[in-house]
Each structure stands twice: as C-alpha cells, then as structure tokens.
C-alpha cells in the first residue's frame, strides 16, 4: 500500500518531518510518500495562506508524475482543500483535522485543540464543523507560536503544555495537536499532561490504511461526484484540461 501525504505549505523540511511521523505510524507494508507543492505559502497561517495552499496542493496532486498511490492523507490542519481534493482523486482522501478529532472522540466526551497562531483558531473550528464533529470539541487553543517556529522543541513543548491547561479547564478529556508541524510531539506530553493526546498525521495514515484495507473508496454519487469535464486554467501560462 502506497499512501501519498501531501504538505499544506512549500516548506521541504516540514514534509520531511511529517512524512517521518508518518512512516512511524504506518504499519508493515505501507509506503509513505510525501509531497511539498511547488507554489505557495511557506506556512499555512490564516483565510488567504489557507486558499493559496488549497489550490497548490490540489495542482500538486493534478501534476503528480510519481508512483500509483492507494490513499492521500492531507497534512494540513485546518487547511481547506480536502473536498475539492476527494472530487480529484480516486483513491480514498483523509484530512488530518477531521482525523485527530474522529479519533478523540473514541476516547473522551469532549476534546480540545492546541494549535500555532491564535489567528488559525477560527478556521479550525469552522474545519471541524463542516466534517461534522465540531460539537465535541471544548476548544481551540492557540500557544502563539508560528509554523515554522515549531522547530524549536523544547520552547514548542513548554508552549503546548500552557495552552493545553486552558483547553482542559474549558472541558477537554482529549487533546489534539492542532498543526502537522506538532508530530510526535505527543510522546512527550501526554503522559505529563494525564490525558490522551491525538496526532493528526498519525490518525490519518491509519485511517487511511483501513479504508483501502477495506476496499472502500470515496462516494461519487452527490456531493463527490467527479468534476464536470469543461476547460480550466490552472494558472498564467499554464496547461487547461
């Protein structure tokens, strides 16, 4: 099984680290392929990144030229894109948002998201309602640190833990990490913080691994249907189809 992992920004790093979260969770068998769109924002913080990201990521896979993958798991928490991405590909599409969260509430009444900048709080929730599980959670925190400052472990970690006491105190028995840049991370605070903490990109690739494990495959009837064959340009110069 092939699962393809695409990252919301053009930072290569931060693929590189989420494809190892990745490839830690995925079982026997399962390769993990990451992909960094070739435009776009560096981070993914806020309405316009957020858009920009969408229709990169989703030319990333438009283009992709690599081998035939079994799944793609969106890295990106809270990013938009994940619907217009099922109507693209075949294969089964998981978002890492609504992944972590699905999975939180198989382990508590409420959870609560810890992710960047306070300005990301919104979109999230808006995320979480659209996939259909935004009334379990208690919060959405920001620690207010950057994307790309996330490679600061200890300084990431001391940020997590202050802003998961909020989320607790509003009423979550769950924490999310709210940002892909996050993975792994929960190794080392779940245990101090008493509470089971969710990555996303981990959920994701196991929730990926059981539909194609299942055979199933994203409804076309509604909603997902394949997109109507009719000219788009997908940029100055660029190719139409």
Request: aromatic share 4%; glycine share 14%.
């Amino acid at each position: 099984m092939r699962i393809v992992v695409t990252n919301c920004n053009t930072t290569q790093e931060m693929t590189e680290e989420i494809v190892r979260g990745a490839r830690a969770a995925a079982g026997p068998g399962t390769t993990v392929t990451g992909l960094t769109p070739g435009w776009g924002p560096e981070s993914a913080e806020g309405w316009l990144d957020s858009y920009l990201s969408a229709a990169a990521v989703l030319d990333a896979l438009r283009t992709y030229d690599g081998p035939p993958y079994d799944a793609v798991v969106m890295a990106g928490f809270g990013e938009h894109g994940r619907e217009g991405v099922r109507e693209l590909v075949d294969a089964p599409v998981v978002d890492i948002t609504e992944a972590a969260a699905h999975l939180a509430c198989l382990l508590g009444r409420r959870y609560g998201v810890v992710t960047t900048l306070e300005r990301s709080c919104g979109q999230i929730e808006d995320s979480l309602e659209l996939a259909g599980v935004g009334r379990n959670c208690a919060a959405v925190i920001g620690t207010g640190l950057g994307v790309l400052e996330l490679e600061d472990a200890e300084r990431t970690e001391a940020a997590f833990l202050t802003a998961a006491e909020r989320a607790r105190d509003a009423g979550a028995e769950v924490l999310v990490l709210g940002c892909a840049g996050m993975t792994g991370l929960q190794r080392a605070v779940s245990e101090k913080l008493g509470v089971p903490v969710v990555d996303g990109v981990g959920a994701a690739v196991k929730l990926a691994e059981s539909l194609v494990g299942l055979g199933l495959r994203t409804s076309r009837v509604g909603g997902y249907a394949q997109p109507l064959p009719k000219r788009r340009v997908w940029g100055v110069g660029a190719e139409s189809d």
